[in-house]
């Protein structure tokens, strides 16, 4: 299997080499050659599976250049019940009322779902650097979740060392405790001053500065490392199996989406031959895939118009992995791809090919939020995290009848406390162990919206780090 930039530069490379690189040369996202086919025989055979085995199946259609032997025990060590709060099923399926169902992706150790991918990347990682005796400084950025997953993934692990961004002042306390009070010496995190966007954008620079990502070995661990997106493609194959009897049915996803990196795994799915009817996007306030999938017109917004909002890891208004859809909807025109995401907004003309490729949207407020909170809890007790239930919301108005419709879910109630509280009147419980974790002492940076004062802050950590091996 060789891999191929989405704006066709490059020569084809393999999955290990993509595992660490993240970005390609040419500032485009890494996408394989083809997407492997799964057949209805396929497909039963993985039928019933467990999680970890199901995830060695696929994930061996994409990596070929690690021994089957080291990718099955990767995939046994990651996806274990001792990790995934004790639930064998890793990922069950939650009925709330007949077709309806919400798929449990946050029993992980940050409770998101970000951990279902991040802890088999930090795996990889480590064995990959360790057979090449080589060292990687991760850049990433994040909106509320996909930090302390990574933080958690990749804390101790030898020859890595994690600077994640994350925006000043705009997660939960819960999220940024969670990150901050990390005291691992390979653990090192700058907040921002400016949005989620400013975040991505300077990772975004210095992962195009191809002579220093090589000299400091820059890797990323946000979505737009393809190894991240793929392990993110199995918990919609085992959403299907929980959800169907057999393989002749559909199902439909709803995915709170921002940053297009999980409803992308459905895509990936999708376009591998998994039997699904429509893939929804959930959107908040800050709607521009909401207005790309209604209109076709994709304009992201600046930071003064990207809203703060109750369900912060979707306060995005640049979808970075909207390049890797938007190179299949254009046939993998390369050229076509990068004058488009160069020019920053376009829009396409053939709707109706938005509807091939399954998708449809829908958008949420703070104000539908507080109102499925309540409901969900009051009619099926079961207690949902604001980004989940702007999944709910919108899924409820996307069904179709006889097509089981599966909500992924996005966190735990816990992080999110105050909007909780809001919706329900009483605040959520917290799992053994997180009582009181905003108090506990934090170590971050607070820094300018600036490529170079980040630069700066790399170099000096890049320098004086010891590699614990």
Sequence with gaps: MHYLSTRGGGSPKRFCDILLE????????????????????????????????????????????????????????????????GKPAITPLHRLEAGLYIEELSNGPTLAFKDMAMQLLGALFEYELGRRGQELNILGATSGDTGSAAEYAMRGRAGIQVFMLSPHGRMSPFQQAQMFSLQDPNIHNLAVRGVFDDCQDIVKAVSNDLAYKKSRRIGTVNSINWARLLAQVVYYFAGYFAGTKSNGEKVSFTVPSGNFGNVCAGHVARSMGLPIEQLVVATNENDVLDEFFHTGRYAPRTAEHTHATSSPSMDISKASNFERFIADLFGRDGARVKAAFSAGSFAIEDLAALRRFGFVSGRSSHADRLDTIKACWEQHGRLIDPHTADGLKVALQRRQCGVPMIVLETALPAKFAETIEEAIGQPPSRPAGLAGIEALPKRVSVIDNDVAAVRAYLDTRIDTHADPR
């Design 22 to 85: 993240g970005l390609a040369e040419d500032g485009g996202l890494y996408l394989p050659e083809t997407y492997p086919q799964v057949d209805a025989a396929t497909l039963q055979r993985w039928r019933g599976l467990p999680y970890a085995e199901l995830a060695f199946e696929i994930l061996s259609l994409y990596i070929d250049d690690i021994p089957p032997e080291d990718l099955r025990r990767l995939c046994t060590q990651t996806y274990r019940a001792e990790v995934f709060g």
